[in-house]
T-cell receptor
Framework: DAKTTQPTSMDCAEGRAANLPCNHSTISGNEYVYWYRQIHSQGPQYIIHGLKNNETNEMASLIITEDRKSSTLILPHATLRDTAVYYCIVRASYNNNDMRFGAGTRLTVKP | DAGVTQSPTHLIKTRGQQVTLRCSPKSGHDTVSWYQQALGQGPQFIFQYYEEEERQRGNFPDRFSGHQFPNYSSELNVNALWLGDSALYLC??????????FGPGTRLLVL
């Protein structure tokens, strides 16, 4: 079973920020939080990951709470092309063969 | 720099047949993982190959086997196909335990 809990679906208006929450209350100190997204029938695309600190790259920002039990992926200016299923995954820092994908959050960006 | 590539893109087989799927990792990557994604679900981990050996295996029967070649490319073999094997098969590569990058997938239909 996945170690994370995400809402089934969310909507966002084009041009607005999309904030996708993820709960991972059983996360261990040596586990990363990873985010991937999957656009219809394509392979999952890596977005961002973090351990403790907030992270930002050209695609998104990742905010991790101080107790590390939850996180939020932020797409600052959502476009129609950001419509996808977003997966939040917790995995060990020392190996990557324990990635368990749940059902993810289906984000729909509307014009 | 080519990303992860998979072949074929689509495949149709009948029950009882055998199938071989292929994956070429991203340049510089030495680890290949395979996932099965049924319609409407998240990817499920099948197994991972590193240094030409199966390092970790998910909850899949022995009908699923694999191989990794000296150039780090990999094959997934499925014997005695049944209807439930119809899915999108994803290959992901990484440099050791670092971030996995996914290929576009092979869609297998078993009739």
């Amino acid at each position: 079973d996945a170690k994370t809990t995400q809402p089934t679906s969310m909507d966002c208006a084009e041009g607005r920020a999309a904030n996708l929450p993820c709960n991972h209350s059983t996360i261990s100190g040596n586990e990363y939080v990873y985010w991937y997204r999957q656009i219809h029938s394509q392979g999952p695309q890596y977005i961002i990951h973090g351990l403790k600190n907030n992270e930002t790259n050209e695609m998104a920002s990742l905010i991790i709470t101080e107790d590390r039990k939850s996180s939020t992926l932020i797409l600052p200016h959502a476009t129609l092309r950001d419509t996808a299923v977003y997966y939040c995954i917790v995995r060990a820092s020392y190996n990557n063969n324990d990635m368990r994908f749940g059902a993810g959050t289906r984000l729909t960006v509307k014009p | 720099d080519a990303g992860v590539t998979q072949s074929p893109t689509h495949l149709i087989k009948t029950r009882g047949q055998q199938v071989t799927l292929r994956c070429s990792p991203k340049s510089g990557h030495d680890t290949v993982s395979w996932y099965q994604q049924a319609l409407g679900q998240g990817p499920q981990f099948i197994f991972q190959y590193y240094e030409e050996e199966e390092r970790q295996r998910g909850n899949f029967p022995d009908r699923f086997s694999g191989h990794q070649f000296p150039n780090y490319s990999s094959e997934l073999n499925v014997n005695a196909l049944w209807l439930g094997d119809s899915a999108l098969y994803l290959c992901a590569s990484s440099f050791g335990p670092e971030t996995q990058y996914f290929g576009p997938g092979t869609r297998l239909l078993v009739l």
